[in-house]
């Protein structure tokens, strides 16, 4: 893996213990959908930033002060992102989040 990419796959790994697997879904969709290459560079500093934006701990409204109504921040941010990246997720991705969540936390691929 190319240095960038694997200290972001290591900072993804490190959110996914905190955060759990249905919050580490999103992330891991716009990792994959970056590493696929059919985004634009727009669309490629849309999901940088949203990836940086939830995983880093320091945020607008942040969950250690604010609970769950720390998390709307962050939410907004992943449903906007997505929004705007959704037609470049591909089933093939999608796999592949399946998998790295059954590596990561076990279960079923499928599990949504």
């Known amino acids: 893996m190319k240095e960038p990419i694997k200290n972001a796959w290591n900072k993804i790994l490190d959110y996914s213990k905190i955060a759990g697997r249905e919050a580490t879904r999103i992330v891991l969709r716009f990792y994959y959908v970056l590493k696929d ?32 109504i720390g998390l ?11 929004k705007k990246v959704q037609k470049s997720i591909t089933p093939e991705i999608e796999q592949k989040v399946n998998d790295t969540l059954t590596s990561w936390f076990g279960g079923e691929a499928g599990a949504q």
């Open 37 to 68: 290459g059919n985004l634009t560079n727009i669309e490629k500093a849309l999901v940088y930033g949203g990836i940086i934006y939830i995983i880093v701990p320091h945020d607008l409204l942040p969950e250690k002060v604010l609970g769950l």
């Open 72 to 82: 709307v921040d962050d939410a907004a941010v992943a449903a906007w992102v997505y």
